[in-house]
């Protein structure tokens, strides 16, 4: 079946640091794929999204490339800011009326 | 902006105890959708509704667990006989189109069973 594995937190990092948040998935066919993230008190918000291999997702700063060969899509900003703590979930749709399948997430804390 | 709203926040029920959360979507959307999350685990699709009956569920979603869309504007999940093993956070979502490429989320109800 459809799953999603990224890599466990919590990470702490000090503001303009470099992050990547690994993520790789399992899927039948061509899923498309995503970031969701997860600010406190909030609900889940699509940041970025992929939807064929190759394709690059970018908003915020943050980015994601979709690489088929690794079955990966790693999420990477170049320099965090302490208003980016937050859990980030990446996640796949394997066919346009399936539901998403989630990973466990990763919480994100960035220090000043 | 337009949201998705859940309520309540956080609910404690007795095991055994029936609990309704609520959700209010996005009023023009026409798809909704029910995801939970357990504590540390990964966030798990329950249902998805659409045209005033289920489109899809999961093995999770047994005789236990039932959704509503009892108004135009509410949709509800009701677990009739809480056990210990529900207690995790459940997010709602809609969207305009079928797929989850646009859906938007609730900020999701915590429901803990003692």
């Known amino acids: 079946g459809n799953s999603v594995t990224q890599m466990e937190g919590p990470v702490t990092l000090s503001e303009e640091a470099f992050l990547t948040i690994n993520c790789t998935y399992t899927a039948t066919g061509y899923p498309s794929l995503f970031w969701y993230v997860q600010y406190p008190g909030e609900g889940l918000q699509l940041l970025l999204k992929?939807?064929?291999?190759?394709d690059k997702g970018s908003n915020k700063g943050f980015e994601a490339t979709y690489r088929k060969e690794t079955t990966s899509f790693h999420l990477e900003k170049g320099s965090v800011q302490v208003s980016d703590s937050a859990v980030y979930f990446c996640a796949l749709i394997s066919s346009g009326n399936t539901p998403l399948v989630f990973g466990k997430g990763t919480r994100l804390s960035v220090i000043a | 902006e337009p949201e998705v709203t859940q309520t309540p926040s956080h609910q404690v029920t007795q095991m055994g105890q029936e609990v309704i959360l609520r959700c209010v979507p996005i009023?023009?959307?026409?798809?909704f959708y029910w995801y939970r999350q357990i504590l540390g685990q990964k966030v798990e699709f329950l249902v998805s509704f659409y045209n005033n009956e289920i489109s899809e569920k999961s093995e999770i979603f047994d005789d236990q667990f039932s959704v509503e869309r009892p108004d135009g504007s509410n949709f509800t999940l009701k677990i009739r006989s809480t056990k210990l093993e529900d207690s995790a956070m459940y997010f709602c979502?809609?969207?305009?189109?079928?797929?989850?490429?646009?859906?938007?989320f609730g900020q999701g109800t915590r429901l803990t069973v003692v």
């Open positions: 979502a809609s969207s305009e189109a079928q797929g989850l490429t646009e859906a938007f």
């Open positions: 992929a939807t064929k291999a190759d």
């Open positions: 009023s023009n959307h026409l798809y």
